[in-house]
């Protein structure tokens, strides 16, 4: 594997010294860029985008080629593993996923697929090699899952949902059985990542989507216990140095205490909380990733240039910070608004690493 030419994300992560804060964005390979809707209408439909490796690396390298940001991230779906695991994951047109077999009962959990990471998942490690290659050392690359509580909620809805109720029914009616398919998940996700670090991803990331839609006592005993297995099951090593672990709940900024107990390197924020009193309730213990709302991005370049200034200034001085937004980037958002915000981070950050 070439050397790491830019390692400034990994170092944030770590809370080591950087010259400025590093910055990538959630779905930078994505809708919003031409070049990527270009790709995707070659390959036709969205699943097969992310099972052609050869494609999942060129749309993973082409926000690299127009923007300097600091890091790569996998293109693939959080859906691959319950797909691998036999619930048949297909896209209805302006509808999202949907499953043709979701969980309904203990027979359906005992009968999910044990997925081998190079066969059912093959084409994810695949990819993973592929734009380690490509990126010839440029920016590190991030691997990712869904959380097990996140796969699970659309395992158990059979598509996305707003209102949770069978997933939540099985919660709170046959608590046994959502924990029984949870500890299937979280053992499956953890040699899904430790296959994808073994490939060659340089950090991962955990997107726990739909944390945010329980109690506080459910989060931890339904979300974040699972989230803690797979962090105490990673491989934090590879190629010499250490591998990151980002954990992001989404809607989860009140319980940021016991997440950062949780055992990962970083915590994701999104932007419903002020940074600087994020780092304030974490201390030393983890790195913090966020938290512009991506709507600002429609906003002017000035006025996107003055909201980074503020968070930067929010976070103060010092490591531990990795810019980012609160969420993913739209659709509909101009690229030249994208390049504004990272341009930015970096001309205002190295006032704060010196």
Same mark, same amino acid.
């Given at each position: ?14 809370? &080591? ?12 390979a994505g ?6 809707? /270009?790709?995707?209408?070659? /390959?036709?439909d ?25 890091? /790569?991230?996998?293109f693939?779906?959080?859906?691959? #593993?319950? *797909?691998?695991? =036999? ?9 999202? !996923? ?14 999910? @697929? ?16 592929m ?5 010839? =050392?440029? #920016? ?17 809805? %059979? ?13 709170? *009616? ?29 950090? #991962?990331?955990?997107f ?28 934090? &090593?590879? &190629?010499?140095? +250490?591998? !990151? ?33 994020a ?31 503020? @968070? ?9 910070? #990795?810019?980012?937004? %609160? ?11 994208? +390049?504004?915000?990272?341009? /930015? ?5 190295p006032?704060?690493?010196?």
């Open positions: 594997m070439s050397e790491l030419k830019n390692d400034r994300f990994l170092r944030a992560l770590l809370k &080591e010294p950087v010259d400025m804060t590093p910055v990538w964005m959630m779905r930078q809708r919003y860029l031409p070049e990527y809707k /270009a790709t995707r209408a070659k /390959a036709g969205f699943m097969t985008l992310c099972k052609t490796p050869e494609l999942a690396t060129e749309v993973t390298i082409q926000p690299l080629d127009r923007f300097p940001l600091d890091a /790569a991230i996998l693939s779906d959080i859906l691959t #593993v319950p *797909d691998a695991m =036999g619930l048949g994951l297909y896209f209805s047109e302006g509808e999202g !996923p949907r499953f043709e077999r979701p969980i309904r009962s203990k027979a359906d959990i005992d009968n999910l @697929i044990n997925p081998q990471m190079d066969e059912e998942l093959g084409y994810v490690m695949a990819a993973v090699s734009i380690r290659r490509e990126l010839d =050392g440029r #920016v590190p690359l991030i691997g990712f899952t869904g959380s097990p509580w996140t796969l699970a909620t659309y395992m158990v809805e %059979g598509s996305s949902s707003k209102e949770y109720a069978k997933v939540k029914g099985m919660l709170y *009616d046959q608590p046994q059985l959502m924990h029984l398919l949870l500890d299937k998940l979280a053992d499956t996700i953890i040699d899904y990542l430790n296959a994808q670090i073994e490939h060659g991803a340089q950090a #991962v990331m955990i726990d989507t739909w944390g945010g839609v329980l109690t506080t006592r459910d989060y931890k005993e339904f979300s974040l216990r699972y989230m803690q297995k797979i962090m105490d099951g990673l491989n934090r &090593e590879s &190629e010499g140095r +250490k591998v !990151p672990v980002i954990m992001f709940s989404k809607g989860g900024c009140q319980w940021l205490e016991a997440q950062a107990d949780a055992g990962a390197d970083a915590l994701g924020l999104d932007w419903t909380l002020d940074i600087g009193a780092r304030e309730r974490v201390g030393d213990k983890v790195a913090l990733q966020g938290n512009m709302d991506p709507c600002v991005l429609y906003a002017s370049p000035e006025r996107i240039r003055e909201e980074v200034a503020t @968070i930067l200034e929010s976070y103060g001085k010092g490591s531990g910070h #990795v810019f980012n937004l %609160g969420h993913g980037i739209h659709q509909f958002v101009d690229p030249e608004h994208a +390049k504004a915000f990272i341009e /930015a981070v970096h001309e205002l950050s006032a704060y690493h010196k």
